[in-house]
């Protein structure tokens, strides 16, 4: 392979012994230019990758000089082995783990009855925020914001009830033999960091740092002083900041380059992308592959439908397998199944347990909430499907869905999408578009809201999956909001 500038440019700045922060864009071969780094040195290196998966696929492509490893891998190596017995622990109810850390009684917040089976979950939510974070202890800033309760001063009142029993839980988990609290990896990644490890490798290569645990950047900056760091990642592909993660390259001490040169699709798609990335204020914009042929316009039969949600998921997967197609669903069906059984229990009289509707008592309730506070308006969607087609019929179709090998279409989650990518790809018309501002234009029209620059982080990654064909779907709005540009005028920019 003959490396393009950029990829030179980041190989030079490799053997001077810079710390380097390599951002790079979609499709732009970020891990064949790390291969390409670590062959071109005879030092050892560690290379920490996002997942057991990529860490495997990029053993294969790394040398012998460098390990592929996670950091959960490291941390096990180090201490986590020392709690086998406890990871093998059978699972058990919330409630149950709550009830022995002495959460018994039920607390009135505002308008909110908090059962112990809702104090318990967000007992050990709070511990799990406190792992991926890179705090020492456990304070108020770690207890969830539970929804119906998002003023200030409830979640004050939460944190008050749910910190003595968050710190019991931490302290049950330092006992390596048994304890009440069920013990998970990211327990035993995070007791490793507190130990201030030291990783023996003359460089290491954080991969996907935009989505980097604080917990893990932790460590990663603390071996600064023997090693030479390179962080690489896409600023822009942030999208996991409300399950803890942060995007640690746009502030991070080193030398700054950058991948654009995108091989996946052609220049049409990057001026699209590019619309994306100036919304996101993201650090990069990129160039597609001149040969590649990438088109935009409707696509009848495509073969990955993304979504904005988890209920705009279960909407196309209900309205694909009507066509008689072979559906999948990236991830599996549990997260939608585990969403309409709590549907079914509230229809039933029953409080559920899901986190995103455990301070719910009736369907009523939900109901109300989803259609009159802003903070739920996202919950509508699911109270029509529910509405519309019963529990019942949703958990069937959920039940027919195929393996991602074998499925005609995909449907998936851009979340879930991330690092994915298909031919033909339909964007779902869950993208809503920014509410309207409280005030007209000259022409007496609405005028539209800012464009959340998160929101276009996610879009940017929804638009980047395809190779052949892009349908916007959904993210068409762009086209008549005062701050998207038409791709036209991007891409003769």
Request: net charge neutral.
């Amino acid at each position: 392979m003959n490396p393009t500038d950029e990829q030179a440019a980041a190989a030079d700045a490799f053997h001077a012994g810079n710390h380097l922060v390599l951002q790079a864009g979609a499709g732009t071969g970020k891990t064949t230019t790390l291969a390409l780094l670590a062959k071109s040195t005879p030092r050892r290196g560690r290379y920490l990758a996002y997942n057991r998966a990529i860490a495997q696929d990029a053993a294969t492509r790394f040398p012998a000089t460098v390990t592929c490893k996670t950091a959960h891998s490291l941390a096990y190596a180090a201490i986590g082995h020392r709690y086998h017995h406890r990871l093998n622990a059978p699972r058990r109810p919330g409630w149950q783990t709550g009830q022995a850390l002495g959460i018994t009684k039920t607390v009135r917040i505002g308008q909110r009855d908090l059962t112990p089976t809702a104090l318990s979950y967000a007992t050990l939510r709070a511990v799990t925020h406190f792992c991926h974070s890179a705090d020492p202890t456990l304070t108020r800033h770690h207890v969830p914001r539970l929804r119906g309760l998002e003023d200030a001063g409830y979640h004050r009142e939460l944190a008050a009830h749910i910190l003595p029993f968050a710190r019991k839980a931490w302290a049950d988990l330092q006992h390596p033999d048994d304890g009440a609290v069920r013990f998970d990896h990211d327990h035993y990644l995070k007791i490793w960091s507190l130990t201030s490890p030291k990783i023996h490798a003359d460089f290491l290569l954080l991969d996907e740092a935009q989505d980097t645990n604080p917990v893990v950047e932790h460590v990663f900056n603390s071996q600064r002083d023997h090693a030479q760091l390179v962080m690489v990642g896409d600023s822009a592909q942030a999208i996991y900041q409300w399950r803890g993660a942060k995007d640690v390259m746009t502030t991070f001490d080193g030398t700054q380059l950058a991948l654009s040169q995108s091989f996946r699709f052609g220049p049409h798609l990057a001026a699209e992308a590019n619309r994306w990335l100036a919304l996101a204020d993201a650090p990069l914009r990129l160039s597609g592959t001149p040969q590649v042929s990438t088109e935009l316009g409707p696509v009848e039969r495509p073969d990955a439908v993304l979504c904005r949600t988890n209920v705009g998921a279960m909407t196309q997967v209900m309205h694909l397998l009507a066509t008689g197609l072979k559906v999948a669903l990236a991830g599996g069906g549990a997260s939608l199944r585990a969403l309409a059984q709590a549907a079914g229990d509230l229809k039933e009289g029953r409080r559920t347990r899901h986190p995103e509707l455990v301070l719910f008592p009736t369907w009523g309730d939900l109901q109300d909430y989803a259609a009159h506070d802003p903070a739920g308006r996202d919950l509508q969607p699911l109270v029509d499907l529910v509405d519309t087609h019963g529990t019942d019929t949703i958990l069937t179709a959920v039940a027919q869905l195929a393996p991602e090998t074998a499925a005609e279409v995909t449907v998936s989650t851009a979340h879930k999408a991330k690092g994915c990518e298909w031919p033909r790809v339909r964007i779902a018309d869950d993208f809503t578009p920014p509410k309207d501002r409280d005030e007209l234009d000259a022409a007496g029209q609405p005028v539209p809201g800012p464009v959340d620059e998160a929101e276009a982080r996610l879009a940017y990654v929804a638009v980047t999956r395809t190779r052949t064909r892009l349908d916007i779907g959904g993210l068409a709005w762009i086209n008549n909001h005062s701050a998207g540009l038409p791709a036209c005028a991007v891409l003769d920019s």
